[in-house]
């Protein structure tokens, strides 16, 4: 498994931006599809972006085109550039890595978690 550790998390008006970081230390972390999930209070943890080993990616339909993830394997780390953000962006946001597909029930690892709160 790899460990996790997010950071760039914070309040932040509606419109505003917003850059998390995910900084991963252990196995490999290139070998790893990497990614964001989010879980609001009370509501199911969602899948935000993920981006694979060969730089593949996909997000959810909610923050396309707002949010963008990237990863810097020479620095273990995954971004998630969040722009034009709306109050209903708010939520716990979680790191999770994979070796295999990137759902809720393969992940190997999560991180603790960063707070993003958007007031209207």
């Known amino acids: 498994q790899v460990q996790l550790v997010e950071s760039g998390g914070g309040l932040v008006q509606a419109g505003g931006s917003l850059r998390l970081s995910c900084a991963a230390s252990?196995?490999?972390?290139?070998?790893?599809?990497m990614g964001w999930f989010r879980q609001a209070p009370g509501k199911e943890r969602e899948f935000v972006a993920r981006i694979g080993c060969r730089g593949d990616i996909s997000y959810s339909d909610s923050v396309k085109g707002r949010f963008t993830i990237s990863r810097e394997n020479a620095k273990n780390t995954v971004y998630l550039q969040m722009n034009s953000l709306k109050p209903e962006d708010t939520a716990l946001y979680y790191c999770a890595a994979t070796d295999g597909e990137f759902i809720l029930v393969a992940i190997n690892s999560w991180g603790r978690g960063t707070q993003v709160t958007v007031s209207s």
């Open positions: 252990g196995r490999p972390f290139s070998r790893y599809t």
